[in-house]
């Protein structure tokens, strides 16, 4: 990423827009943002991040200037790649009324590559996407990267223990591989565990779900349903004996209810008959009623004619009378609109042209007001612009004055170049004098404060040896009493399983016998009940069988007795007898026979016999279902005996609560076995954790006292140079007093420095009244040029106002000229009144619309009259015509409607409408009649239908009645055998489901069993922060070699940078053969060199997360501690490292380095009352 320009306003110390051109700005490749504390360099870069990201990465949330109500940012920056791409993002904030908080009004990415404006986002979070997605960083990682901490590296190169692994986390950004991920393993192994604890209790409750209990099931099934196809067959057999049976009955029934129809239809014949002349005289009055209903109409029409007629004759007579008084009126008024409306019309033009003129008067004499105010306006305005002239000459006189003598004393304030350079140089070396000094002080106090160190050292080293011994021992104990435990271990969960098995097993056996057993008696008990019900409706139905033959035999006998009385009844002498072929009939009387055979007594026997045979039929159907239960509660006690033996006789032998309490033993010893177990390997675990812990601790107080010591020697040799370069110094500083007479530089120093001040200041004043007196010569000659203006002005207005009064004057004379009659209307002061004018004006138009409107109704109603005579006129001769047309109608009508009756048959016209029905009527009785006839044949040939398809076949109600019952039994046999068919199979479903569900069960088990192993594997690998320490020095030797690059290209080859096994900066001295020294050895400026190129890798690392690449870095490195040969030094690297693709800048207040960089961007802080913060751009 390449920054273009950046534009702030209202940000910190902004006020006003401040654009900064980074083209400009970084074109020689290194540059520096120079200015006092507080005038926003800082700021910049909250201005760059505030514009991609919305947020500063300081994290402040007041950064809104309390002087401005809303704050603008706008960045415009290029990617470079295969193809450059150039962007401008802008955001825009206010401050929130209720919390007082930035928050984002507008938010804007452009993409303005080959100049067209493509807006990507117009969100807050969108855009800040979208960079994120554009540069490939997020908002910590961009400002670690442009950026460089410095003063935390030279920190980071000395650092050891516990501080440094902790910035080595915080540098790569590890903590998700420290305490955040040990919390994360915590969590997922308590969430594994309660998991593998609701498994545990699920598998609980399949105790009882086993395969064989399944295969049982099974074979039950299987004999379910060999029974139901047997009951299935049988009951196809009997439905196709029913289906042909109930097409005999149906056929049978259809067959009496058409023979029942066809006596309704015959019975029905008379009234058709009816029917049909009805209609006959129907349809002929309707043919005659046109006839006599046009005569009828002929005759009324003829009576209302009549009548309109004299109507029309009164109203003729009083029309002619209105129409000759209106004539009459229209002409009297005709005479006085021709002779009054002309003069009237000459009168009002008049008029109208007085108010025009008058109107015109009235614009004039506005226009004479304001040019009369105008003139007295420009000439107070003369007078001010002089008074102003006079004014401006003063000042112009009292400025140079002042100027000349504040140059006399700008003049006497002025010191010697060499004397200002020689005290500079004695405040260095006085400086440095007292830098020597306290490093020498310093050095002293730390060699007896290591001294102290190292033998604390050596005592916590001692102690830690005998903890250490102790803890081993305690490892070893652990140890065998684990070893002894796992020899003495009391079996396993396959054991316990094994056993579990054997009692589910036991238990579901003895239940299924007793369940057997039960069933069996059960059925026993139902077969003796059924077995009693039995005998008891076989005794009834025998019973029942002998008193129906008797019945029957009586009445065959009387059945036949009254078959022979009504053959003797139709007999008569002389014919021959069916029965035995006689002539002669002997006959008894009439009311002996009916004593004889009593029809009643016939029909009381037939009801007893239908009676009997209901009542036998329900005993047979009953005794068919007990025989069917008994057989099948028999089927059932072999079918349960049978599963009895297929339990086997093993079971009987073995105790279910011997084998429970076997089991509840066996899982009571594993328990404990593994609590026992889990306590010595989690004691193991914390012991050999302690140990490594107290051997590391051991490790690190040997390192510390060797790193101690080292230090002691380095410092004894720095203290050497330092008192050899303290005595140097004091010989210069002594030099450069004798030279310049002065004792304390500082002091000398601070008066250069007000002087310098004081000119300065005096400098500024000298400039602002040159400026102020150019102003005031300006404003000199702007108030001579309006001087001027304002007399042309003044001229032209009293020339216009003389024309304007000459103008009016002769208005008003044409207006008297015009108003010679009505003169009353202008005063003595030649004032016109205008409102009079008006109201003459209007008097004479409602005089003129007073005639127009009377001739207007007169006319109106002469016309109105007219057209209402001419119309009566028509109207009386059309009626005259239709009345003669109506007479000679009637006649030829009457003379048709005699003719029709005479057609008809009919005698007079009240006959024909005593016959006349509705047309819907008629339609009815033909409907009537047709269905009738259609009715009848359909009936005929319906009964011929159904004998044909009987064929002599015939069913009995008792047969019938029989076929229904076997459906009906069979049925209720097959759905019973089908019920148990189904619950069976739902029962197999459920157990196999139950032991597909317990498969799953076991599985998921075993695969938590097996996450929970390696996560307990990951929780001992990442106790203690070993994981995260392995990861930073990993990095940190990728970054190393970056870094040992990067210093040999700054330092000419000089030095190098390494890193040992446990990640501590080693300096390779290549000028000293390639030796190894450690980085507490290094001087101010190599440190600073190692820590520069340390930084600049870690900012490359950085930046290979990000999809385009930085081409600038800011370095914030406190210059203002180095002395000029380090500072030397360090400028003289930055010039070396910044090319084409990476853009140096520095950020300091030091004005001593501002010459060493060739482009600088100056910041002038905010002044009270004079604006915010400025910036502008200097080349050296």
């Keep these: 990423m390449r920054p273009i320009e950046l534009r702030v306003k209202g940000l910190n110390s902004f006020i006003e827009e401040q654009k900064i051109d980074f083209t400009k700005l970084t074109e020689r490749g290194f540059f520096g943002i120079f200015g006092p504390t507080g005038s926003g360099k800082s700021t910049i870069l909250d201005g760059i991040t505030l514009a991609l990201y919305g947020q500063v990465s300081r994290k402040s949330s007041n950064y809104i200037n309390t002087n401005c109500d809303s704050l603008n940012v706008s960045f415009k920056f290029q990617i470079s790649g295969v193809e450059k791409k150039i962007y401008i993002v802008s955001r825009e904030f206010k401050r929130d009324n209720k919390t007082g908080n930035p928050r984002t009004s507008r938010a804007k990415i452009i993409d303005t590559t080959n100049e067209i404006e ?187 004619t009549q009548k309109e007629k004299e109507r029309l004759e009164i109203n003729f007579k009083k029309l002619k009378i209105e129409k000759e008084s209106s004539e009459k009126k229209l002409v009297e008024v005709t005479e006085k609109k021709d002779k009054e409306i002309p003069e009237l019309k000459l009168r009002e033009q008049k008029i109208n042209d007085v108010i025009e003129e008058k109107n015109k008067l009235d614009i004039l004499d506005k226009e004479i007001e304001e040019i009369s105010s105008k003139v007295q306006v420009l000439r107070e305005k003369y007078k001010k612009e002089k008074n102003s002239s006079v004014i401006i000459e003063d000042s112009i006189k009292n400025i140079t004055i002042n100027i000349k003598e504040l140059e006399e004393k700008f003049e006497s304030l002025k010191i010697d170049d060499e004397l200002k350079v020689k005290i500079q140089d004695g405040l260095l070396i006085s400086e440095k004098y007292n830098l020597f000094k306290k490093n020498i002080s310093n050095n002293k106090n730390k060699l007896t404060n290591i001294n102290k160190e190292i033998e604390n050292l050596k005592v916590n080293f001692d102690e830690l040896q005998k903890i250490c011994k102790v803890k081993s021992n305690s490892l070893n104990e652990n140890k065998d009493e684990l070893e002894n435990l796992i020899k003495h271990c009391p079996g396993n969960q396959e054991d316990l399983l094994i056993l579990q098995k054997n009692l589910t097993n036991c238990n579901e056996k003895w239940e299924k016998f007793n369940q057997y057993s039960d069933e069996i008696k059960k059925s026993k008990l139902l077969i003796q009940e059924l077995e009693e019900l039995l005998k008891k409706d076989k005794d009834k ?98 079918e349960k005996n049978l599963q009895i033996e297929n339990l086997g006789e093993e079971f009987k032998n073995i105790v279910p609560k011997d084998l429970e309490s076997q089991f509840n033993r066996l899982k009571k010893d594993l328990e404990n076995y593994d609590l026992k177990k889990e306590m010595l390997e989690n004691t193991l675990i914390q012991l050999k954790d302690e140990n490594h812990k107290l051997e590391n601790d051991s490790e690190i107080i040997s390192t510390l006292i060797k790193e101690k010591e080292t230090q002691v020697n380095l410092i004894n040799e720095e203290l050497a140079i330092d008192i050899e370069e303290l005595n140097n110094t004091k010989e210069k500083l002594n030099i450069i007093i004798r030279e310049t007479k002065v004792s304390d530089f500082n002091k000398k120093s601070q008066e250069i420095v007000n002087i310098e001040k004081e000119r300065e200041i005096l400098s500024k004043k000298i400039k602002e009244f040159r400026i102020n007196i150019e102003t005031l010569i300006k404003e000199k000659d702007k108030v001579q040029e309006n001087l001027n203006l304002i007399t042309e002005e003044g001229t032209h207005a009293c020339t216009s106002l003389n024309e304007k009064n000459k103008n009016r004057e002769e208005k008003i004379k044409i207006i008297k000229d015009k108003l010679e009659k009505e003169f009353n209307l202008i005063d003595d002061s030649n004032n016109i009144d205008k409102n009079k004018l008006f109201m003459l004006l209007d008097s004479i138009k409602k005089e003129i619309e007073c005639i127009e409107r009377e001739f207007k109704s007169i006319h109106e109603l002469k016309d109105i009259i007219f057209i209402k005579y001419e119309n009566c006129n028509e109207k009386f001769i059309s009626i005259v015509a239709k009345e003669n047309q109506i007479i000679k109608r009637c006649e030829i009508e009457k003379e048709n409607l005699n003719k029709s009756l005479k057609s008809e048959n009919f005698e007079s016209i009240e006959e024909v409408k005593a016959n006349i029905i509705e047309l819907n009527d008629i339609e009815i009785l033909k409907a009537k009649i047709e269905k009738y006839k259609e009715d009848l044949s359909k009936i005929k040939g319906a009964i011929e239908s159904s004998v044909k398809k009987l064929n002599n076949r015939e069913v009995t109600e008792q047969q019938w009645i029989n076929i229904q019952n076997s459906v009906k039994e069979k049925k209720l046999e097959f759905e019973s055998l089908n019920e148990m068919k189904i619950k069976l199979e739902e029962e197999c479903k459920f157990i196999d489901n139950k032991l597909k569900e317990l498969k799953d069960l076991l599985i998921k088990k075993e695969k938590i069993d097996h996450k929970l192993a390696l996560l307990d594997d990951l929780d001992k690998l990442f106790k203690g922060k070993k994981f995260v320490e392995f990861v930073a020095i990993t990095q940190l030797k990728y970054i190393s070699m970056e870094a040992s690059k990067k210093l040999k290209e700054i330092t000419n080859g000089t030095y190098g940078l390494e890193v040992d096994e446990n990640g501590k900066f080693i300096i390779r001295d290549y000028k000293n053969g390639g030796a190894e020294r450690d980085a507490s050895t290094l001087s101010g400026g190599e440190t600073f060199l190692t820590s520069l190129a340390l930084a600049l890798a870690l900012s490359s690392q950085i930046q290979l997360k990000g999809t385009a690449p930085l081409e600038l870095f800011f370095l914030d490195e406190g210059f203002g501690t180095l002395d000029d040969n380090l500072l030397e030094v360090v400028m003289s690297s930055l010039e070396k490292l910044h090319n084409d693709k990476l853009k140096i800048g520095i950020i300091s207040h030091v004005e001593s380095i501002k010459n060493r960089v060739p482009v600088k961007l100056i910041l002038t802080p905010a002044e009270s009352g004079k604006g915010g913060s400025k910036v502008r751009l200097e080349r050296s």
Aim: charged fraction near 35%; include cysteine; proline fraction near 1%.
């Design 541 to 638: 139905k025998s019973s029942i069988d002998n008193e129906l033959l008797d019945l029957k035999e009586k009445y065959k006998k009387c059945e036949i007795e009254n078959l022979a009385f009504k053959i003797r009844m139709n007999l008569k002498n002389g014919e021959a007898c069916p029965v035995c072929g006689s002539l002669e009939h002997g006959t008894k009387s009439k009311d002996k026979l009916i004593d004889d055979i009593d029809d009643d007594i016939v029909n009381q026997l037939n009801n007893k016999i239908n009676g009997y045979e209901i009542n036998l039929k329900v005993l047979e159907q009953d005794i068919t279902i007990y025989n069917t239960k008994i057989n099948s509660e028999e089927d059932k006690i072999r």
């Design 118 to 304: 493509e807006i990507l986002a117009d969100k807050a979070q969108k855009v800040t996407e979208k960079c994120e997605e554009i540069i490939g960083l997020g908002l910590e990682d961009f400002t670690r990267t442009v950026v460089l901490p410095q003063g935390k590296f030279s920190e980071f190169l000395k650092l050891e223990g516990k501080s440094r692994r902790e910035m080595l986390e915080r540098l790569f950004n590890l903590q998700k591989y420290g305490n955040i991920l040990s919390v994360k393993l915590s969590r997922e192994i308590g969430k594994e565990k309660t998991e593998s604890n609701l498994l545990t209790g699920e598998l609980k409750g399949y105790d009882e779900v086993s395969s064989e209990k399944l295969n049982l099931k099974n074979e039950e099934l299987e004999c379910a349903r060999n029974q139901l196809s047997n009951a299935n067959n049988e009951l196809k057999e009997i439905e196709k004996r029913h289906k042909s049976s109930e097409e005999i009955w149906n056929l049978q029934f259809e067959l009496n209810s058409y023979k029942e129809q066809e006596k309704v239809l015959n019975y029905k014949s008379s009234e058709i008959e009816e029917d049909k002349i009805k209609l006959k005289l129907a349809e002929a009055a309707l043919k005659v009623n046109p006839y006599i209903l046009a005569y009828e109409n002929t005759l009324n029409e003829g009576n209302e």
